[in-house]
């Protein structure tokens, strides 16, 4: 290609793309300002447990097996002063009373109500909104729940309860504020607009196709930046001389580019691995044989006797659980809870914190039988893929890294007895590509605080001007084609 070619592609590409996308620019770097401190509206799990009442084990009057042969997962709660399974199989889940082996019928208004009231602070009042069949702003993380009836709730805060239908569960809780700040923040970053939403394929394609169309128009303009841009100050306007030949706008804009293009082109590529375009990086998840290796098999509510599961709630004592999970570890039952672990096969005298570190090891080799493990540590500090800075991980984790072609690393949860991430070598490139990149999230930056905020808001508010720039550049080109088109 010509000298001249290359110019024009890189000017027109550079231009058009920039008219077309430098609102979004604008958008997605004034958002992602918000989103440093304010996410989407959620439902704090320590919250929701704390509402929950403690489990009256002489209540539970039918054992798991009368819910289920097998499972995937469940849980023993109460609802409503009565003792609740929730349980989910491969054809879905469901709700069992576990004082009669009754199903839980789908919750009216009235239900949901009752529901909400122990849920909500007491002294205020609430009062039905709406029953919800169809994801609104604020549930699409939770529409595997739906349909879901909205409470609202008298707190001046404007509180929002959100009760599923089928099990029961408080899931959703949004108040004003969070409402508020999700518009400025997640929703406009993430294009999260509920109509938009609900029509996911639509919605994943309109994100791959700005964020491709994006990145090509930040290298576009990056690469035809330097290339206009002089050292040596050779371009003379006004009898002073220059780096740029721009004037204006146009010169802020140049510079601007040039000091924040990497972090824009950054930015943008990484937003676009976010949506795992062409599946080229597999989960982060283990396994179904992986997890079932751990368990030697998959859950079996039936080999658990009512008798047993009394014994192991009352093995808790004073320290009644509020929420209960029947687990599978090494062909073994156990019931764990944020108090520890109890076992159902035997007379357990209390809770243990933790599975023993053989246990553990032991199950790493179930979980991937005949692999060769290269490498076994227990972590007592996150390292660059198990982390969050919040401290909200579990640890001491067992990670063991094994030689098979994929390089897979499992980290295992003695509290859970249960692996809570895979790694593998292109999840591993993922991580850097797209949390590196996009969240800037490298271990020498990102628990220095406030040096990394400092960091990411001085590079968010070059692209913000970089965009503007651009946007008040557009607004002169497009009146200019006007003029020649207007009488």
Known sequence: MSRHRVVRTLVYTHRWLGIALSAVFAVWFASGLVMIYVRMPALDPAERLAALAPIDSAAVTIGPGVVSAEAQRLTLAMLDGRPVYHVTTDVGARTVFADTGEALTPLTAAGALSIARSFASPGHGLHY???????????????????????????????????????????????????????????????????LRRQPALWSALVIGLSLAGTVTALAGFSWGIWRFSPFRRFR??????????????????YAGLVCGVATIAWVFSGLLSMDPWNWSPSTAPTRAQREGVSHGPLRPADVTLAALQRGLDAFGFAKP?????????????????????????????????FNADRMLGAAHDAMPGVPIEGVYWMSEYDAYYYRRDGQLDLPVLRVRYRDPQRTWLYLDPRLGAIVRKEERLSRVNRWLYHGLHSLDFPFLYYRRPLWDLVVIGLSLGGLFVSATAMWQAYLRLRRYAGRFSP
């Open 129 to 195: 909104d709406a029953r919800i069949e169809a994801p609104d702003q604020w549930t699409f993380s939770v529409r595997t729940q739906l349909p879901l009836h909205r409470i609202a709730v008298d707190d001046g805060e404007a509180t929002r309860l959100y009760v599923a239908e089928r099990s029961g569960d408080v899931v959703m809780k949004t108040t004003a504020s969070g409402r508020r700040w999700g518009w400025l923040g997640a929703v406009p970053h993430w294009l999260y607009f509920a109509p």
């Open 237 to 254: 306007l006004k009898d002073r001389h220059y780096r740029t030949p721009y004037a204006g706008v146009t010169r802020r804009h140049h």
């Open 322 to 354: 509020k929420q209960v999970e029947i687990i599978r570890f090494h062909g073994q039952h156990y019931l764990r809870a944020p108090a520890g672990l109890v076992a159902l096969d035997t007379r357990a005298q209390g809770p243990d914190a933790a």
